[in-house]
């Protein structure tokens, strides 16, 4: 695997690569990798003849007073798994090769961005638009891969390349869980050995919220009070919203219909802020 600090580098070997006629897909990602992330990185590979990982801890999707300087870090380890994955570019740039020709012009991501989390971290989907599409336009890639675990940020996205007309195809590839439930995430090194227990209860109140529309109910009302109930059964999480909404749009639900719906969580276990989300089938 090669590994490239510059933007022109990255042009240069991803160019080569297309001159091969190879099918060239990115990942982007912050580092600090899990199972979920090399998912998307063994899905790139049965879709794509070149894979191009970016590990790139992106300071313009951090508030101040948020854990941009806190973020796990290992690039030594990442680039050891992204090697037996069998990825074949790992982009590894600092924020100078990042932003150093100048940051001034920006994406917005529009009213999809100021929801959700975006009503939390009001700067977030700005900073994570704006470095996905300078990735995407450094690598070109012709499929770009995200988590569903960031549900509303692979809608963003998703958004994004449709409006402003970007040559890539967005792939969504599933949320992987640890044994009990909990989502992969960087920030689950976070938390203390009761913490990660309690952390649980995030995806047992997106269950919750399953099992009640599987057994009928359609009142969205009600699937977010029990998930509500759970987060406050749990002494150790504080919610920040629940809700449940239209997959594609994001807009809230007041009943569940024939459009596929999705339930979707955010709390804090002690001092970690914690995101997941399920889909709704109805029964
Ligand atoms: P991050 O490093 O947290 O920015 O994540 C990079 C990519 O990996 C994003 O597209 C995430 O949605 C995705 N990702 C993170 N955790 C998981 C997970 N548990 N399952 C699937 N994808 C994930």
Do not use: W
């Not at 001159?19 to 899990?34: D, F």
């Not at 070149?50 to 300087?69: C, I, K, L, R, W």
């Not at 973020?71 to 990042?98: H, K, N, Q, V």
């Not at 459009?259 to 029964?283: E, M």
Request: net charge negative.
């Amino acid at each position: 695997m090669e590994r490239l600090g510059s933007k022109d580098e990255v042009r240069q070997a991803v160019g080569e690569a297309r001159r091969e006629s190879k099918r060239i897909a990115l990942v982007p990602t912050m580092g600090a990798l899990h199972d979920g992330h090399l998912s998307l990185v063994r899905a790139a590979h049965e879709r794509a003849d070149y894979v191009v990982v970016s590990v790139f801890v992106n300071p313009t999707q951090f508030a101040p007073g948020e854990d941009f300087a806190a973020y796990p870090r290992d690039l030594e380890r990442d680039l050891d798994l992204l090697g037996a994955e069998g990825a074949d570019l790992a982009f590894t740039p600092t924020s100078e090769a990042m932003y150093g020709g100048g940051a001034d012009v920006t994406v917005d991501p529009g009213a999809l961005g100021a929801v959700l989390e975006g009503a939390t971290r009001p700067t977030h989907f700005g900073g994570v638009c704006t470095v996905v599409t300078k990735l995407l336009s450094v690598v070109g890639p012709d499929l770009a891969f995200f988590g569903e675990k960031d549900y509303q940020q692979l809608t963003v996205i998703r958004r994004m390349v449709r409006d402003l007309d970007l040559p890539v195809k967005v792939v969504g590839c599933p949320t992987v869980r640890e044994c009990d439930g909990l989502a992969m995430s960087s920030r689950n090194a976070y938390l203390s050995r009761d913490e990660r227990e309690a952390a649980t209860v995030l995806y047992r109140a997106l269950r919750s919220a399953e099992t009640l529309a599987l057994d009928g109910e359609r009142d969205a009302r009600v699937l977010e009070e029990a998930m509500c109930g759970a987060v406050e059964g749990e002494s150790l999480a504080a919610l920040d919203y629940v809700a449940v909404v239209d997959a594609a749009t994001l807009a809230p639900l007041e009943t569940l219909g024939s459009a596929p719906a999705r339930a979707l969580i955010a709390a804090r276990v002690g001092s970690t802020r914690l995101i997941d989300n399920l889909a709704l089938a109805v029964g």
